[in-house]
Structures are given as structure tokens and as C-alpha cells.
């Protein structure tokens, strides 16, 4: 029932920002914990950041102070704001929802994935 759109990757230079988004049709968007995971080539998929229905947020270790999640229930998107980003940020960023209020950090508890959204960051 639930489809993800995400937009907003792209080619950048190292220190500079990008403004990823997702968004959400179908569903109780405001009711929903949702995320971004990342994967880079050859490596495991990683989570990024969670944000809950009550805007409560967690980040990895890698992001936080850099990245901000963020959500807009009237438009039913969520956004990550990437800033002074990095060559290891270099990833395909997938957006996750799970149906339920509560964000878990590990990847099999989400319910939806979108098809995912490439960050090349160049030195």
C-alpha cells in the first residue's frame, strides 16, 4: 500500500551539502517511524538515521552533527539534510518506513524500502 519516493542525489564535493527526500503515498504517514539506510559498493547497509512518529530522531555515530532528519506531515515527506559531507558518505541512500510509531535501528523492522537514491561525494 505504502510507495517511497526518494530524490535529491547526486555529485558533490567533499565539504559541500545535498537535501535528500522522500516521499510517501498511501498509508497513516504521520503514524509512521521512518529512515534512511545507506549502502556503499561492497559493503553492508548501514542505518543513517530514524526519526518517530512523535519527531524523536537517532543518527549514527558517522552522521550525527553533520545530517539532520526531519519530516513534513502535511506534504508526507521526509528529508535528510546532509552538510559538510564526506567521501565515505559516498553511498546508495534508501528511505525506509515502518508501520508502526516506534524507530528500530536495525533494517529487517522496516516495512517499505524505496528504491534507493545514489550520493557520490568526490575529494
Known amino acids: 500500500q505504502v510507495q517511497l519516493a526518494e530524490s535529491g542525489g547526486g555529485l558533490v564535493q567533499a565539504g559541500g551539502s545535498l537535501r535528500l527526500s522522500c516521499a510517501a503515498s498511501?498509508?497513516?504517514?504521520?503514524?509512521?517511524?521512518m529512515g534512511w539506510f545507506r549502502q556503499a559498493p561492497g559493503k553492508e547497509r548501514e542505518l543513517v538515521a530514524v526519526?518517530?512518529?512523535?519527531?524523536?530522531?537517532a543518527y549514527a555515530d558517522s552522521a550525527k552533527g553533520r545530517f539532520t532528519i526531519s519530516r513534513d506531515n502535511a506534504k508526507k515527506t521526509m528529508y535528510l539534510q546532509m552538510n559538510n559531507l564526506k567521501p565515505e558518505d559516498t553511498a546508495v541512500y534508501y528511505c525506509?518506513?515502518?508501520?508502526?510509531?516506534?524507530?528500530?535501528?536495525?533494517?529487517?523492522?522496516?516495512?517499505?524500502w524505496g528504491q534507493g537514491t545514489q550520493v557520490t561525494v568526490s575529494s
Open positions: 498511501g498509508g497513516s504517514f504521520s503514524r509512521y517511524a
Open positions: 525506509v518506513l515502518r508501520q508502526a510509531g516506534d524507530y528500530w535501528y536495525n533494517a529487517a523492522m522496516y516495512d517499505y
Open positions: 526519526i518517530n512518529s512523535g519527531d524523536g530522531t
